[in-house]
C-alpha cells in the first residue's frame, strides 16, 4: 500500500479501465491480474496479482480508504460481505462496470467517502454516477456529514439515523446555531422549507419538531438538548481559542488539568477548541506541546509587540518585567479568535494561566 486509495480489476476491460484511471490519476495503487501484462507495470508502480480476488480483497480491505472495484456489483457485494464492521470505519467502496459506463457507490457512502469518489471516477471516465444515498438524491441535510468539511465533529451517533430519517422524510425539523460557520448549506437552491434554522432555543422552544440539530460550543443539560425533540444530533464547530500562559517546565499533566476543569466549570466542550495561542517565548515548552499534540490542537504564537497592541482590562507588570508583554493568555486569545471580549478572561491556577475566546465569524 502506497496510497489511500485502490483500483482493482480481473478482466481484459477491466484492465484498461484501471490504466485509464490510473493515468488520471497517478496517485492510487492499481492492482489487476497478470493475465492481462502491459509489461510497463513495474516501472508504473502497477501490481499484478496471480491470486484469486477473493484473497486479494480482505487484504485491500483493512489497507485502503477507498477500493474501487472494475467487478460485477453482485459478485463484489458477495465478496465484501463478511469483511464488513462498522459504517465508521468500513472503507468507501465503488464498483464500476466492465465497459465503464456506470460508477456505482456500494459502500460507506457518507462516513467513507464513496459518494464523493464515485462523483471524482465518473468525472474522469465521463460515465454515469450511481448514488442512492437519500439526502445525496433529495439535495437536503447528510445529518452524519453535516460540517465536516469545516472540521465540526458530531458528538455521539446513537441519533443520528432517527434524524436524518426526519429530514429526508420531509418532517419539521430545526437547526440550532448558537456558534461556528454560516456556510454549511452547499446545495445551490434554499434550504428545504421543512427545515428551520435558529441562533437560540428560545426561538424555538414553543415548537414541537420531528428532530433537532444542534450547533454548539457550549456543554448541553439533557434537557436543552431534547428541548425541541427526543431525536437530537449534536454538532462541535471549532470556535473556541485558548490563550495560553505557563511557567518554564510546567508539566503537559498541569496544563492539561487547567484547561479540562476550567472548560468544565464554564460548559465549554472540549471537543469545539480550534487552537491555543501564546507568546513566542513559549513556541518550545515541552508541556504545552505534548498537550496540542495529544489533542491535535494548532499553537499559534505572537511577539511581545504584537501582545501589547491588544488593549487589556488588567494589564500586569509583573509580566511585562518577565516577557515583554503586559499579559499573555488574554491578548493571545482575543488576538487568535479576532474577538471582542473573552468568554474566560483570565484563570490562574498554579503555573498556568488561561482565557478563552470565541472565534469570530462572519456571516
Wanted: overall charge negative; charged content about 20%; proline content about 4%.
Amino acid at each position: 500500500m502506497k496510497q489511500s486509495f485502490a483500483v482493482v480489476a480481473i478482466t481484459k476491460h477491466g484492465t484498461a479501465l484501471a490504466r485509464k484511471l490510473h493515468a488520471q490519476w497517478p496517485s492510487v495503487d492499481v492492482y489487476y491480474s497478470k493475465k492481462f501484462l502491459h509489461g510497463d507495470e513495474e516501472t508504473l508502480g502497477i501490481v499484478a496479482f496471480d491470486e484469486s480476488v477473493m484473497q486479494l480483497l480482505p487484504k485491500l480491505f483493512t489497507s485502503y480508504e477507498g477500493i474501487i472495484s472494475i467487478i460485477s456489483l453482485g459478485a463484489m457485494v458477495r465478496m465484501i460481505a463478511p469483511l464488513l464492521k462498522d459504517k465508521k470505519t468500513d472503507p468507501a467502496v465503488v464498483v464500476i462496470d466492465d465497459r465503464g459506463n456506470y460508477v456505482i457507490s456500494v459502500l460507506s457512502g457518507h462516513l467513507g467517502g464513496a459518494n464523493e469518489l464515485t462523483r471524482t471516477v465518473a468525472q474522469m471516465l465521463k460515465a454515469t454516477p450511481v448514488i442512492t444515498t437519500a439526502s445525496d438524491v433529495s439535495e437536503t441535510i447528510a445529518v452524519d456529514l453535516l460540517g465536516r468539511n469545516l472540521g465540526w465533529e458530531i458528538e455521539g451517533f446513537d441519533q443520528v439515523t432517527r434524524v436524518s430519517a426526519a429530514i429526508v422524510n420531509e418532517e419539521p425539523a430545526v437547526v440550532i446555531q448558537e456558534s461556528g460557520e454560516r456556510n454549511w448549506w452547499t446545495y445551490n437552491k434554499p434550504l428545504p422549507s421543512h427545515i428551520h434554522v435558529v441562533r437560540h432555543l428560545d426561538e424555538a422552544k414553543d415548537e414541537q419538531y420531528h428532530a433537532a440539530l444542534w450547533i454548539t460550543h457550549r456543554v448541553l443539560t439533557e434537557k436543552e438538548l431534547t428541548a425541541c425533540s427526543p431525536a437530537a444530533v449534536l454538532y462541535r464547530p471549532k470556535v473556541l481559542v485558548l490563550g495560553i500562559g505557563c511557567n518554564r517546565d510546567t508539566t503537559a499533566d498541569e496544563i492539561e488539568r487547567v484547561i479540562s476543569d476550567t472548560l468544565a466549570t464554564h460548559q465549554l466542550a472540549m471537543t469545539s477548541v480550534r487552537n491555543v495561542a501564546t507568546i513566542d517565548l513559549k513556541a518550545h515548552e515541552p508541556g504545552l506541546l505534548s498537550v496540542c499534540t495529544t489533542h491535535h490542537w494548532p499553537l499559534v504564537t505572537y511577539t511581545a509587540a504584537e501582545l501589547n497592541e491588544v488593549p487589556l482590562v488588567h494589564p500586569s507588570e509583573t509580566v511585562f518585567r518577565y516577557v515583554g508583554a503586559y499579559g499573555v493568555s488574554e491578548p493571545a486569545a482575543l488576538r487568535s479568535a479576532k474577538a471582542q471580549d473573552w468568554l474566560i478572561e483570565k484563570v490562574k491556577s498554579g503555573n498556568v494561566t488561561l482565557s478563552v475566546c470565541l472565534v469570530h465569524v462572519t456571516d
